[in-house]
């Protein structure tokens, strides 16, 4: 009788090195969401600058997994797929959760952070389904229709200025204002932009 590997090593083998970095990308939103987590949990400052840090080792790994999968020419539709998860995790779902522990945490705030992450899903859904057609025929997506989801790293940088100067929860930019007896930070606004700009179909980027 004979043994067979689990099923679970399989799928690891066939993983690509631009599978591995994409992998990367999202554990490092993940840790980003924990250490934002544990910041909230001990007031620890060291816990949010973590968090803040991690993102731009996200943005590193989702630039690279794109250029090895080029390099070594093993783009599949597997990466595809896993690079729009780590990239909905890392910049997504970690900026908004950023964006609550530094004191967004309003009914409006939550409701315009749900909307960022909704756009984030949308546009990244989009793109794989008309990466295809918009690459016309080459290995390459010539540009983007909307703002690519890894520009939301920008908004991190401005919660980072926010808290290096301790614009923080009540102290934040433009502080706070009530509409129906509900909490709005305006700086929040912010991203409810980005993911308006995110879903545009007449902004075209070039992709680098």
Known sequence: MTSQRP??????????????????NGSSGVASILAAMQYLVSRDLRMLWLAFGLLPCSLAFDFL??????????????????DSLADVISFGVAPA?????????GLLDSLVLIYFVVCGLSRLARYNVTAAELSQGSDKVKYFEGTPIPTSVA???????????GALEHDLPLG??????????????????SGSAM????LRIPKL
């Open 199 to 202: 879903i545009s179909k007449t």
């Open 7 to 24: 099923r679970h090593f399989s799928m690891i083998r066939s993983f690509t090195l631009a599978d591995l970095i994409t992998l990367a």
């Open 155 to 165: 908004l991190v940088g401005v919660l980072a200025v926010a808290t290096s100067r």
């Open 65 to 82: 997994d794109g250029r090895v999968a080029r390099w070594r020419r093993k783009a599949s539709a597997l990466g595809l797929e896993l």
């Open 176 to 193: 706070v204002v009530q509409i129906g007896g509900a909490s709005l930070h305006p700086l929040v606004l912010m991203f409810a932009a």
């Open 97 to 105: 959760v950023l964006a609550f522990a530094v004191g967004m945490r």
